[in-house]
T-cell receptor
Framework: AQKITQTQPGMFVQEKEAVTLDCTYD???????LFWYKQPSSGEMIFLIY??????QNATEGRYSLNFQKARKSANLVISASQLGDSAMYFC????????????FGSGTKLNVKP | DTAVSQTPKYLVTQMGNDKSIKCEQN?????MYWYKQDSKKFLKIMFS???????INETVPNRFSPKSPDKAHLNLHINSLELGDSAVYFC???????????????FGEGSRLTVL
């Protein structure tokens, strides 16, 4: 089974609107971390936001928030007030277990922000 | 001051050649990785070292050989390059502590390898 599933290969959003990028995960370990990365066309991987499995509140970083629904095993990224510079690939990732462990990446969502 | 740096950024070479990509991190992290990103943007882990010890070795052809001289460096050597090796190779590092949830990956800028 896929550890991380991103079901939206591509999305469009109007500038200044909010957009939600979906991510579901699969693990039986009670300890895990969820991450979102942005990859603009220039190619670098930029860390956006992190949510630990024991965190009670949803993570927020500026215009980014993570809608963490543990029972549904979903960790959707919400970008508020989209900007043209938000156009990029977005990857959801998970690390399960404590200490050293592997990262699992989703297949990514290509977001296009329209002016 | 770049946290994770890899060289070269671009590599164009002929089939059958041998090439190396170097990676260095100045974050003091214990764990380093090599990832391959194919043309469909899928990120696949290749290797991981923790304190110079090989921890993850995914099903990668043995033409690929990583080497970690110390915990700040992880190099990737590729023998007998094939067309299918064309990809972007990312080096990354993370800080991991026993008994705690691991930290995020810090990526290098990527090395684009083109095999002709």
């Amino acid at each position: 089974a896929q550890k991380i599933t991103q079901t939206q290969p591509g999305m469009f959003v109007q500038e200044k609107e909010a957009v939600t990028l979906d991510c579901t995960y699969d693990t039986s370990d009670p300890s895990y971390g969820l991450f979102w990365y942005k990859q603009p066309s220039s190619g670098e991987m930029i860390f956006l936001i992190y949510q630990g499995s024991y965190d009670q509140q949803n993570a927020t970083e500026g215009r980014y928030s993570l809608n963490f629904q543990k029972a549904r095993k979903s960790a959707n990224l919400v970008i508020s007030a989209s900007q043209l510079g938000d156009s990029a690939m977005y990857f959801c990732a998970m690390r399960e277990g404590l200490g050293f462990n592997k990262f699992y990446f989703g297949s990514g969502t290509k977001l296009n922000v329209k002016p | 001051d770049t946290a994770v740096s890899q060289t070269p950024k671009y590599l164009v070479t002929q089939m059958g050649n041998d090439k190396s990509i170097k990676c260095e991190q100045n974050l003091g992290h214990d764990t380093m990785y090599w990832y391959k990103q194919d043309s469909k943007k899928f990120l696949k882990i290749m290797f991981s070292y923790n304190n110079k010890e090989l921890i993850i070795n995914e099903t990668v052809p043995n033409r690929f050989s990583p080497k970690s001289p110390d915990k700040a460096h992880l190099n990737l050597h590729i023998n007998s390059l094939e067309l299918g090796d064309s990809a972007v190779y990312f080096c990354a590092s993370s800080q991991d502590t026993a008994g705690r949830l691991g930290g995020e990956l810090f990526f290098g800028e990527g090395s684009r390898l083109t095999v002709l």
